[in-house]
């Protein structure tokens, strides 16, 4: 049988609903686990696939942001390390601590970057996370024997954490499946909203594989679109208040570790002003990002000449980087949250705002994967203070995932592997984490995908036969 059937019989038949979240990113899956878990009948629908826009696509970092502090935004900078805490703590199979290294080109700037991270350390309040160091020059080049800066005058190195986004959201589906009144399903669309007497009371779902069309009604319904909020907004009301601006930020991936080193580089200031990473992944070191307005929202944005040649020429600069040893490159869109008129992206703030329109529906708009659990607990509980629903205290501050239905991520195969090998890896896949087509499998649960493009194409064929059980 195929596994999506029960999630279509359940989203047709379990309503009406207590909670019904529009948007299956980081935002969305947050804020249905949030409900669920709190005991609320809850149903997530996702139109692609979970996490396949901007979720799948950032940086892999969980951090309080430096340069917020630098911004002086203290109180998103404190609530995102103590969120990082939390991911450190709830999803130890997800999120791990990070090392970095920030190098210095000026003789007193390591200690102008030693204090502000001697306050980021102090904020958080980890006993667990190695504080922060001075660093000589000496000591910059042990630890990144890959950086050959010419302008070394020492540096600090400093504690973040990295995840895999992807796996992070279908473990959160996982949880919401798993739970006794929780339903998340993908490659399901919102159609239009139902109203009665002004109020919208649900949702017009269509089956994006089958085009089979149902209601699904409930008490709260939550957009949580990210970048394709005003697109939802839109169609609930020509009145809205704030905007999503959108901004690009594009990554490039080399095989092996080019820093020689298992840390993260940040480079404090590139030459547009913006902070630049270089950090292992999967065994290759993924180099990011940059911070290009756009104007409309795109599932799969593409980086540009102009920012390939910008990532280039910066982390160029640090270490050695061949163009052509790049095995892949893309980008996602950030979904900044501003008033009209406001333009730059580098400058809005990745805070999120809990929006409420006169005809009930809740729109959860801005926000970052760091702070998504604190994101939706302050969605449901602005529903509860409407009086949308019953009071119940918010739990995920405190549920490991795996405790609660949540399977750890799928190991990378060898290269090697044997298409038999890479069959089976796609059906499981199906069964377990809700792969639709191949594009689920290499992106999004084995990441080959995101980091050796040519491999993934050679691979391709083999998964798409894992799918044949899902044509009988």
Not at 178 to 205: C, K, P
Not at 306 to 332: C, I, R
Not at 452 to 468: C, E, K, R, V, Y
């Amino acid at each position: 049988m195929d596994p999506r059937s029960p999630l279509l019989d359940q989203a047709q038949s379990d309503g009406p609903w207590d909670v019904l979240v529009i948007g299956g990113g980081a935002s969305g899956l947050a804020t249905a686990w949030d409900a669920a878990s709190r005991g609320y009948h809850t149903a997530l629908i996702e139109k692609h696939d979970f996490a396949e826009a901007t979720s799948s696509r950032s940086t892999k970092l969980i951090h309080g942001g430096v340069r917020y502090l630098q911004k002086g935004e203290i109180s998103l900078v404190r609530e995102a390390l103590a969120e990082r805490s939390r991911l450190l703590k709830n999803a130890p199979e997800f999120c791990h601590p990070l090392r970095f290294v920030l190098p210095t080109d000026a003789p007193l700037a390591r200690y102008y970057y030693r204090f502000g991270l001697w306050l980021y350390d102090l904020m958080a309040g980890d006993q667990s996370v190695q504080p922060a160091e001075l660093l000589s020059s000496d000591d910059v080049r042990k630890t990144l024997a890959g950086y050959n800066a010419t302008d070394n005058r020492g540096g600090v190195s400093y504690t973040d954490a990295q995840f895999d986004d992807a796996a992070l959201a279908i473990a959160m589906a996982q949880c919401i499946n798993a739970s006794s009144n929780g339903l998340a399903i993908n490659h399901t669309e919102a159609t239009r909203f139902i109203t009665e007497n002004d109020q919208v009371r649900g949702v017009e779902a269509r089956c994006t594989e089958s085009g089979k069309s149902w209601s699904m009604l409930a008490k709260v319904v939550i957009n949580a679109t990210g970048i394709f909020s005003d697109e939802v907004r839109k169609a609930n009301s020509t009145s809205i208040q704030w905007k999503m601006q959108t901004s690009r930020g594009s990554h490039i991936v080399c095989p092996g570790h080019l820093l020689e080193s298992d840390h993260g580089l940040i480079i404090p200031k590139t030459s547009d002003g913006r902070i630049l990473f270089a950090i292992p992944w999967l065994g290759h070191t993924l180099i990011g990002t940059t911070d290009e307005p756009t104007d409309q929202p795109e599932l799969d944005p593409q980086p540009s000449e102009a920012e390939l040649d910008f990532l280039f020429k910066e982390a160029g600069q640090a270490f050695h980087l061949d163009p052509n040893t790049v095995t892949s490159q893309w980008a996602g869109l950030r979904p900044l949250v501003s008033k009209a008129g406001v333009s730059n992206t580098a400058k809005l703030s990745r805070k999120h705002i809990v929006e409420i329109a006169p005809n009930g529906l809740i729109s959860l708009l801005g926000g970052k994967w760091t702070t998504s659990r604190a994101m939706a607990e302050d969605t449901i509980d602005a529903a509860i203070k409407q009086q949308m629903l019953p009071p119940k205290p918010c739990r995920t501050a405190d549920l490991k995932l795996t405790d609660h239905g949540a399977l750890p991520p799928f190991l990378q195969p060898d290269k090697s592997a044997t298409p038999e090998e890479l069959a089976a890896i796609a059906r499981n896949a199906i069964e377990t984490t809700y792969a639709r087509k191949p594009d689920d499998v290499l992106k999004r649960r084995l990441r080959i995908g995101m980091l050796n493009d040519q491999l993934a194409q050679q691979w391709q064929p083999h998964i798409t036969s894992g799918f044949a059980s899902l044509e009988k």
